[in-house]
């Protein structure tokens, strides 16, 4: 297990690398690694377990029983998921967790928490007020991505956050198209189509996962337009 990795987020700020050692065994951390493809939780099941990405990426995917997947977000390595769950293990999740590529994954047993002392649970428990609170920005953001009625508006919406975020109008994103597509609620053939009516109109560049906001100060005003029209 990569204590470097685990030293750097933010479940651990704070924590020394003894500090972390102990507190890996306190919780009953356990690694397993998983192919591309697999399903690491299923909706419906129940856990205690705050998941660590270690390597690799999962989807946190809402998938309903008439085939439509919605992905509601992309955890990279140093990230955490199924944090709310695993202190409310006596709710069922409403997702499905799927590796994005091959992925190594730490479980953290929370019911294990009551075995910390005060000051150190106090520390734990504060970081992951961090963490829950930072995934609750999350998916408010995509809220605004996907309010837009057209697929240009949530196209726009959610490059013009990703260039806030990063800083520039030049940018990587997370997805691939149809993770892109999934994530923004729309068919791949649409998305593709509008990025491509996107490029010719001027408004952006993009190459695979790549892209650049060409006219970023005057489509942030079309957005809002577009979202309440």
């Known amino acids: 297990m990569d204590i470097s990795v685990l030293h750097n987020s933010i479940l651990f700020k704070g924590f020394d690398d003894t500090e972390i050692s102990e ?3 306190a919780l009953n951390a356990a ?18 377990k705050l998941c660590f990405v270690t390597a690799g ?6 998938n309903d029983m008439w085939g439509n997947r919605t992905i509601l977000n992309l955890v990279g390595k140093g990230q955490f998921f199924a944090e709310s769950y695993a202190l409310l293990p006596d709710v069922p999740m409403l997702v499905d967790v799927c590796t994005a590529e091959d992925c190594s994954i730490v479980f953290l047993s929370m019911k294990s928490l009551a075995n910390l002392n005060e000051t150190v649970r106090a520390r734990l428990l504060t970081n992951l007020l961090t963490i829950t ?9 995509r809220s605004f991505h996907t309010a837009p009625r057209q697929v240009r508006g949530r196209i726009m919406a959610y490059l013009n956050t990703v ?19 999934d994530y923004l609620n729309v068919e791949r053939s649409v998305l593709s189509n509008e990025l491509s009516k996107m490029q010719r109109d001027g408004l952006i560049r993009c190459h695979k996962s790549h892209f650049w906001i060409v006219k970023h100060k005057i489509e942030r005003i079309n957005i809002a337009a577009d979202t309440h029209s």
């Open 23 to 25: 507190l890996l065994k």
């Open 31 to 48: 690694e397993k690694k998983y192919n591309k493809g697999a399903m690491i939780f299923s909706s419906g099941e129940i856990t205690d």
């Open 57 to 62: 990426g999962v989807t946190i995917e809402s």
């Open 163 to 181: 260039s806030v975020q990063k800083h520039s109008h030049e940018f990587d994103i997370p997805f691939d198209r149809q993770q892109l597509a």
């Open 133 to 141: 609170t930072r995934k609750n920005l999350h998916l408010s953001s």
